[in-house]
């Protein structure tokens, strides 16, 4: 079946720009997670859904980073007015509904962004 | 607070040997769940092994296995008979279950097998 899709696959975009990343979680997963990982570095924890209800929104970086989730599918992550030190790769991943703790986490491809 | 801490941010190991990754992790929660993935440089993140708190052996997948001490909080990740396709990154991550979903990953650590 179709895994974790994320868009745009690359972003390059001007300092001070809005942009959106997009992940289409695999159906039937109700929990979706966002982490960035900057070049060679490991993964940052920036937010998880439940359903369309974010219980952890702690690791947002600052109030330029925003999430959404509509429908219990996709996912929306928003950045305003980046900033270079937001040049990263954001990963989208799923996991399927709490059947068992053991059910990993399914990531996408990530959105590699650039501001310049 | 949940913490994951891996302690090595590269190894080099010869190709056929046997080689273990550190992974001490901190958190207050008698139950929750430790995970491991390889990243290449694909960038791809490919799950590996899972060990549950409560699990009374080591999990093993082929050649992969965990040295689960739960008394000294740690999971190393040991990989046997090592081959040149398991250069990558390798990430240690944990989920508390008793509180939210939240899952957290260490720093990783590169690992690099020599021919």
């Known amino acids: 079946g179709a895994g974790v899709s994320q868009s745009p696959s690359n972003k390059v975009t001007e300092k001070g720009k809005d942009v959106e990343l997009r992940c289409d979680p695999i159906?039937?997963?109700?929990?979706l997670y966002w982490y960035r990982q900057s070049l060679g570095q490991g993964l940052e924890f920036l937010i998880y859904f439940q359903g369309n209800s974010a219980p952890d929104k702690s690791g947002l970086p600052s109030d330029r980073f925003s999430a959404e989730r509509t429908g219990g599918s996709v996912s929306t992550l928003t950045i305003q007015r980046t900033q270079q030190e937001d040049s990263a790769v954001y990963l989208c991943a799923s996991r399927p509904p709490r059947t068992g703790g053991n059910s990993p986490l399914h990531f996408g491809n990530g959105t590699r962004l650039t501001v310049t | 607070a949940q913490k994951i801490t891996q302690t090595q941010p590269g190894m080099f190991v010869q190709e056929k040997e046997a080689v273990t990754l550190d992974c001490t992790y901190d958190t207050s929660d008698p139950s929750y769940g430790l995970f491991w993935y390889k990243q290449p440089s694909s960038g791809e993140m490919i799950f590996l092994i899972y060990?549950?708190?409560?699990?009374?052996q080591n999990a093993t997948e082929g050649r992969y296995s965990l040295n689960f001490q739960k008394a000294r909080k740690s999971a190393n990740l040991v990989i046997s008979a090592s081959q040149l396709g398991d250069s990558a990154m390798y990430f240690c991550a944990m989920r508390d279950m008793n509180r939210d979903d939240k899952i957290i990953f260490g720093k990783g650590t590169r690992l690099h097998i020599l021919p």
């Open positions: 060990q549950g708190s409560y699990d009374q």
């Open positions: 159906s039937g997963h109700t929990a």
